[in-house]
């Protein structure tokens, strides 16, 4: 048999049982290694798997993501999320769909200081809704854009997402930290319009929220300080050359047991929870990372990253006309797949091609992330949305799917644009890496 039917045949499988449900650290870590073993024998592939397991697991870059899960623990676990979120309702709350609004700036804030997605949606989630239900709004658009918003945070520095899309393609990831400001910054606006705009069109959709006078405005703005020092810390140390991303987190993490120790949030149990949890998702992460580099090694054995690239390369598309297509695959591919899946079984095929086109590989990874943010709302396997659908019971999971349209039609607007001026994009990191 042909190495590429082989590789064809391996793809199929991992796409199968992913649909099973059997997580995808498993399923590409037992994958790879049995193609490894009927490609090269079982010497080389005992070989291949412990060189892999002592080359990924002894990456300094690596530590950066145990830490970051961390920070986002103590930030949801010591209320900073919650005052984030207070200090952005008193100040936007009485626009048109101010209480979605503040839910979207909210969550673009606890991104940046968390790294994560779905932590996101069940940190806001239980406390905007309440607040929404309260002013009658509708249901669609209060669940959705909370789900929506919550996929900020795999794109606003620091994110898990371009820490394993840096590890993979061994860019950087300090470049890639600062590259996400400006297209985060960019989405969250657009989300924050989209809201504007539908209320204005329909008052009933997001009717004003209550008034707050000045003072307790200004009040307010004392408690979200801690997490924009933070994420100053994070990202003006990184951006000023101070210390790496991995030296970031630390920092980070720092600064939230400092102020939330002088806030009289931290305790022991809190800070052992904050502990437990953060080893959880980051021992899923570590196996996700192992496995997609031990599948990438058997899929370079059967040709078919370089085939395929190949094959791209020879319809000759322009940069412009590679996104297109690409586009067009990843909603696809957002129905089917989550997150990590889409990533790891893409990138080894996508990264190379859009290079070979002339595409920044700095650039393209801020891409495959807002892409990728799009696979977390996208039916039928969004996760955020059934994440969101617990969070608010009385709304069912179809209305969520329709509330999170304008947000996925937002987000390709937002596409279109940093596709048409990269530079929004490589600005920052040119100023900062040169």
């Not at 199968?16 to 059997?22: M, R, Y």
């Not at 600062?178 to 989209?194: F, R, W």
């Not at 039609?409 to 990269?422: E, G, N, Q, R, Y």
Request: charged share 10%.
């Amino acid at each position: 048999m042909e190495p590429q039917t082989i590789g064809l045949i391996a793809f199929g499988v991992v796409l199968f049982l992913i649909f099973l449900g059997i997580p995808i650290g498993a399923v590409l870590l037992l994958v790879g290694a049995v193609g490894l073993i009927v490609l090269e024998g079982l010497h080389y592939a005992e070989t291949q798997l412990l060189l892999n397991v002592m080359d990924q697991g002894t990456k300094f870059a690596l530590t950066s993501i145990p830490l970051y899960v961390l920070m986002g623990q103590l930030v949801y676990r010591t209320g900073l999320a919650s005052d984030l979120y207070g200090c952005v309702y008193r100040w936007v709350g009485r626009l048109p769909g101010g209480l979605a609004i503040a839910s979207v700036i909210a969550a673009a804030g606890f991104g940046s200081v968390s790294g994560g997605s779905a932590t996101a949606v069940a940190t806001l989630g239980p406390m905007c809704m309440p607040e929404m239900r309260k002013f009658n709004y509708n249901g669609g658009l209060a669940a959705g854009c909370i789900a929506a918003a919550g996929t900020l945070g795999i794109l606003i520095p620091p994110s898990i997402f371009l820490i394993a899309y840096g590890l993979w393609t061994e860019t950087s990831i300090g470049a890639l930290f600062i590259a996400g400001i400006v297209p985060g910054l960019m989405m969250t606006g657009a989300y924050s319009a989209a809201v504007l705009i539908l209320c204005l069109i329909n008052p009933k959709l997001g009717p004003v929220g209550e008034k707050f006078t000045w003072h307790e405005k200004f009040t307010a703005l004392t408690k979200v300080l801690p997490v924009f020092g933070i994420f100053m810390i994070i990202t003006g140390g990184i951006y000023g050359g101070v210390f790496d991303p991995t030296e970031a987190g630390a920092f980070g993490i720092v600064g939230v047991l400092i102020f939330a120790g002088l806030m009289g949030r931290l305790n022991f149990g809190v800070f052992v929870d904050c502990l437990k949890s953060s080893v959880g998702t980051s021992l899923m992460i570590f196996l996700v990372l192992l496995g997609g580099h031990v599948i990438s090694r058997f899929l370079v054995l059967t040709d078919l990253t370089s085939d395929l690239v190949q094959w791209i390369v020879a319809f000759d598309l322009s940069p412009y006309e590679l996104i297109v297509v690409l586009t067009i695959m990843y909603i696809v591919l957002g129905m089917l797949l989550d997150i990590w899946a889409m990533l790891l079984l893409t990138i080894p095929f996508v990264v190379p091609a859009a290079v070979a086109t002339g595409i920044n590989p700095i650039w393209f990874g801020i891409y495959i992330i807002v892409m990728s943010e799009l696979a977390a709302i996208t039916p039928p396997v969004g996760l955020n949305v059934y994440i969101m659908a617990r969070n608010a019971p009385e709304v069912s999971v179809g209305r969520i799917f329709l509330g999170v349209t304008p947000f996925f039609i937002a987000s390709l607007l937002v596409v279109a644009i940093l596709t048409a001026f990269p530079e929004i994009v490589l600005w920052l990191p040119n100023m900062a890496f040169g």
